[in-house]
């Protein structure tokens, strides 16, 4: 994913009457620099236009939840993350 295609997803989900994407996260390795990148482009993106994001981890390959913490720490805050009664929205699969 480029930043481009990342403005382009957040657009083109917007014309169809979306207002949030569910990101879903498989792996939390450092070395996987394609989705971190794709991550980071995806919220600078969702930030210009108004849009929201949250995380939907896959447990059957992060099995402990306090491995996401630092992700959720980095993005949570950002006004495009997606909040319910003022806090921070997960689902996980």
Same mark, same amino acid.
């Given at each position: 994913?480029?930043?481009?295609?990342?403005?382009q997803?957040?657009a083109q989900?917007?014309a169809?009457g979306?207002?949030?994407?569910?990101?879903n996260?498989m792996?939390l390795?450092?070395?996987?620099?394609?989705?971190?990148?794709?991550?980071?482009?995806l919220?600078k993106?969702? &930030? @210009? @236009?108004?849009?929201?994001?949250?995380?939907?981890?896959?447990?059957t390959h992060?099995?402990?939840?306090?491995?996401?913490?630092?992700l &959720?720490?980095?993005y949570? =805050?950002? @006004?495009a993350?997606?909040k319910?009664d =003022?806090?921070?929205f997960?689902?996980?699969?």
């Amino acid at each position: 994913m480029t930043a481009d295609e990342a403005v382009q997803d957040i657009a083109q989900a917007q014309a169809l009457g979306f207002d949030a994407f569910a990101l879903n996260v498989m792996t939390l390795d450092p070395a996987d620099t394609w989705s971190s990148a794709a991550i980071a482009f995806l919220f600078k993106a969702a &930030l @210009a @236009a108004s849009f929201h994001l949250f995380f939907s981890f896959d447990t059957t390959h992060v099995k402990d939840p306090s491995a996401w913490v630092t992700l &959720l720490t980095q993005y949570a =805050g950002s @006004a495009a993350y997606y909040k319910f009664d =003022g806090k921070a929205f997960v689902s996980m699969y």
